[in-house]
């Protein structure tokens, strides 16, 4: 239980897949200026991360390992992923117009989003089981839902600041990314204590 929950609260907090290991930067950037789209971009990305994540794992394990064909998993991989967002794209669009016509284009491409398919590699580099892959998918995910909503709640107090133009826009958002990022890297010292 212990090992799960750090599993868990390492994805979310110490290595959050944004701001540690800096996956997944376009869907920060572009959906995290209003708090509704960016939540629900995180709660979307989260979803694809969980089914992925053991799809992918128990394609590799228990239909590529035992024919042999390791060698495909990147390719099968990619094409789980590409058939979980859009799964997860027609779930949106029947249950939530509003939420899908709020994500746009970010929605599809989920599919590009690197923090999918580098979960799935890292799970797989890790050799986590089914459970492990997807407490971690979900731990991945809350953290991005979480740095999501965070930024785009300071994107919201940014846009009423009093600004200097030359930082307007863009390059205050990677300005604030980056402190945000800071303050994460501070919890790098409970990743030791945590496992």
């Known amino acids: 239980m212990t090992e799960s929950l750090a599993l868990f609260f390492g994805a979310v907090i110490v290595d959050n897949f944004v701001l540690t290991r800096f996956l997944g930067l376009c869907p920060f950037i572009g959906v995290s200026s209003?708090?509704?789209?960016?939540?629900?971009?995180?709660i979307a990305t989260t979803i694809v991360l969980a089914l992925a994540s053991v799809c992918c794992l128990l394609v590799n394990t228990r239909v590529l390992?035992?024919?042999g064909l390791g060698s495909?998993?990147?390719?099968?991989?990619?094409?789980?992923i590409a058939a979980m967002?859009?799964?997860v794209e027609i779930l949106i669009h029947r249950?939530?117009?509003?939420?899908?016509?709020?994500?746009?284009?970010?929605?599809?491409?989920?599919?590009?989003?690197?923090i999918v398919l580098g979960l799935v590699l890292l799970n797989e580099s890790m050799s986590l089981n089914l459970g492990?892959?997807?407490?971690?998918?979900l731990g991945a995910g809350t953290g991005f839902t979480l740095v999501l909503a965070i930024f785009s709640a300071i994107r919201e107090r940014l846009a009423a600041a009093d600004v200097p133009e030359p930082f307007r826009g863009t390059p205050v958002a990677l300005l604030t990314a980056g402190l945000l990022a800071m303050a994460f890297m501070g919890f790098a010292g409970f990743a030791g204590s945590a496992a």
């Open 72 to 80: 495909l998993s990147l390719i099968l991989d990619i094409l789980v």
């Open 95 to 114: 249950l939530s117009f509003a939420l899908y016509t709020a994500l746009g284009i970010y929605l599809p491409l989920i599919t590009t989003n690197c």
């Open 34 to 42: 209003r708090l509704g789209a960016a939540v629900g971009m995180g």
């Open 132 to 137: 492990q892959s997807l407490i971690h998918a």
């Open 65 to 67: 390992a035992p024919l």
């Open 85 to 87: 967002v859009q799964l």
